[in-house]
């Protein structure tokens, strides 16, 4: 449908960009009954994740998705590959260079492909620092460079940073996560 909404999420490998998109089309984690603290999907979720060193997405991938499970409010999701495995991170070598720059050529023919994207959200997950990971910096650099011919519907150029969102991941990490408190949570849960 030419007149769905559009957002491709971009970030750093382990920042949740599948996870955020398994809940944004209304997917819940619920508490497994088989084990004390393992979560899974209320249903199998439509992007894979999981906690790892390595980006479980390999390649961009597109859902249509309803707005948190609203029938009425759909929308198409671009889920793309972690740029900061170990093998394309480091900016200073060839080989890191060139899985970027095959990430950003891949990218930019997948959303050509979309004919039109309305957001470009970064997921960001240092919550601490308020600078962009090098390679996703780079990433947004080349896709920009890349849509620099393309013009809007008046004729001026498309800038892709007049659709990047930055979004942090993992805000509340410290505080809230299930781990923390953990020793008191079961001293708690022992006490009569």
């Not at 089309?25 to 790892?52: C, V, Y």
């Not at 997405?57 to 499970?69: M, Y």
């Not at 900016?91 to 060139?98: H, V």
């Amino acid at each position: 449908d030419p007149d769905l909404k559009r957002m491709v999420v971009i970030g750093c490998t382990g920042a949740g960009k599948s996870t955020l998109l398994n809940v944004m089309a209304g997917n819940k984690f619920e508490q497994s009954e088989e084990t004390d603290f393992e979560f899974k999907w209320e249903k199998e979720p439509l992007f894979a994740s999981e906690a790892g060193t390595s980006s479980v997405t390999k390649n961009t991938s597109f859902a249509n998705l309803r707005w948190f499970g609203e029938a009425g409010r759909q929308f198409v999701a671009i889920d793309t590959p972690g740029h900061d495995d170990p093998g394309g991170s480091d900016l200073d070598d060839e080989k890191g260079r060139l899985i970027l720059a095959e990430m950003a050529a891949d990218l930019h023919n997948k959303l050509k492909a979309t004919d039109h994207v309305n957001a470009i959200l970064v997921l960001h997950n240092d919550v601490a620092s308020n600078r962009l990971n090098p390679a996703t910096y780079q990433i947004l650099k080349m896709i920009d460079e890349k849509f620099k011919e393309t013009t809007g519907a008046d004729d001026e150029p498309i800038s892709v940073w007049d659709h990047v969102i930055v979004a942090y991941s993992k805000c509340n990490h410290h505080d809230s996560y299930w781990l923390s408190g953990l020793k008191k949570k079961k001293e708690t849960l022992a006490s009569p």
